[in-house]
């Protein structure tokens, strides 16, 4: 069978194993998206523990990097995420605390060499990183190229030790529902821990019905990270009830207290 119309079946088999869910949707809710989370019912404090509050805008500074670990631990958010530079320092920051350090990988296009991507990964790791983000090729899902998707991320997912949390960025804005699908289908298959929605660096952010979709292809047992234009509760919380166990933002103070949002990636 070509590598076309092998793309094809699959798809095929997975858009109809999705439209039966929605029949079950309902019934199944609170296994297909690991949370079933009516708003109200999480506090702003609970909230926190989903939030990788995020610095990844060029030319931020030491200051401001400073202030992100400092609110990191004041509010207890999940993770620090930062571009892989910044690692070291911000390791330092929270070293001996709960908070843990995420870097970003081949951030924010995904499309340099595989194994550029995974020396950025083996030293982001080295560096004190406990979690990496790493961006698919797009370029290489929509060509078609479903075999050099795949090996991108098993390059990543070799440099991981055991207790490494690696999140797979599928920039879901560029793509087709088909082309999410099969990302996060591959994802799985190349045994990511998270799928991701976005960089916050292209087109719209994360959506309910992309993190629906997500979650109703990866199953219960992967996690959804929800990124990109998320900036209060109310909009965390729709993120968490369509299936995210995780929310990237830069403003993540404002989302735990009500506050201006001032935060950006």
């Known amino acids: 069978m070509e590598e076309n119309e092998l793309i094809e079946k699959i798809t095929k088999e997975i858009l109809s194993k999705l439209e039966k869910m929605k029949f079950t949707e309902g019934a199944d809710k609170s296994s297909t998206s690991g949370k079933n989370t009516p708003e109200g019912s999480i506090t702003p404090e609970e909230l926190a523990g989903y939030l990788d509050h995020t610095l990844l805008k060029p030319g931020a500074t030491e200051e401001q990097f400073t202030k992100l670990c400092d609110e990191a631990l004041q509010y207890h958010f999940k993770s620090v995420c930062v571009n892989s530079s910044w690692v070291p320092f911000v390791a330092k920051k929270l070293r001996g605390s709960s908070v843990k350090v995420c870097s970003v990988i081949g951030f924010p296009l995904g499309e340099m060499d595989t194994r550029s991507k995974a020396f950025e990964a083996r030293n982001a790791l080295a560096n004190?990183?406990?979690?990496?983000?790493?961006?698919?090729?797009?370029?290489?899902?929509k060509s078609g190229n479903l075999k050099l998707v795949e090996e991108d991320i098993r390059a990543i997912k070799r440099v991981c030790r055991n207790n490494t949390i690696m999140k797979v960025i599928i920039e879901t804005s560029l793509l087709t529902d088909t082309e999410k699908i099969l990302a996060c289908e591959i994802s799985k298959k190349a045994g990511a821990d998270f799928v991701k929605t976005s960089t916050g660096f292209t087109g719209s952010g994360a959506t309910v019905e992309d993190v629906a979709l997500m979650r109703r292809v990866v199953g219960s047992k992967m996690g959804v990270k929800a990124s990109g234009g998320i900036r209060d509760f109310k909009t965390a919380i729709a993120?968490?009830?369509?299936?995210?166990?995780?929310?990237?933002?830069?403003?993540?103070?404002?989302?735990?207290?009500?506050?201006?949002?001032?935060?950006?990636?």
């Open 128 to 141: 004190g990183a406990h979690e990496l983000d790493m961006v698919i090729n797009t370029s290489a899902l």
């Open 239 to 265: 993120m968490i009830k369509a299936g995210a166990t995780r929310i990237g933002a830069g403003a993540s103070v404002a989302i735990v207290t009500g506050g201006p949002a001032s935060g950006s990636y």
